[in-house]
Nanobody, 125 residues
Framework: QVQLVESGGGLAQAGGSLRLSCAAS????????VGWFRQAPGKEREFVAAISRSGDSIDYEDSVKGRFTISRDNAKNTVYLQMNRLKREDTAIYYCAVRTAGWRALTTRDDVDYWGQGTQVTVSS
């Protein structure tokens, strides 16, 4: 069982920045693929970004490329999402996600074994 606790959400102005963190329980975090998804009101949960267990492979959803950066610190069992140049359409609940089969990519909801509880990000104009 892996428990994920997100933090860092809140209110930001368009063009501003926020940094999300997700702390994981357990001692095998470094073996997992981890990532972030988001869900806006009335929409399905969608992939945002993912990083491989070693950090050498990273994927982003097209709309966040060049604005968001995912990173991880395996010593701290934590994954981060730095969000810059925020837009109103980034408003959503952001969920941390883990795929325990860390040798495989994390790109869809079906790949996820564990979810965090979510953190709200609201971007105002």
């Amino acid at each position: 069982q892996v428990q994920l606790v997100e933090s860092g959400g809140g209110l930001a102005q368009a063009g501003g920045s926020l940094r999300l963190s997700c702390a994981a329980s357990g001692r095998t975090f470094s073996l997992y693929s981890v990532g972030w998804f988001r869900q806006a009101p009335g929409k399905e949960r969608e992939f945002v970004a993912a990083i491989s267990r070693s950090g050498d492979s990273i994927d982003y959803e097209d709309s966040v490329k060049g604005r968001f950066t995912i990173s991880r610190d395996n010593a701290k069992n934590t994954v981060y999402l730095q969000m810059n140049r925020l837009k109103r359409e980034d408003t959503a609940i952001y969920y941390c996600a883990v795929r325990t089969a860390g040798w495989r990519a994390l790109t869809t909801r079906d790949d996820v074994d564990y979810w965090g509880q979510g953190t709200q990000v609201t971007v105002s104009s």
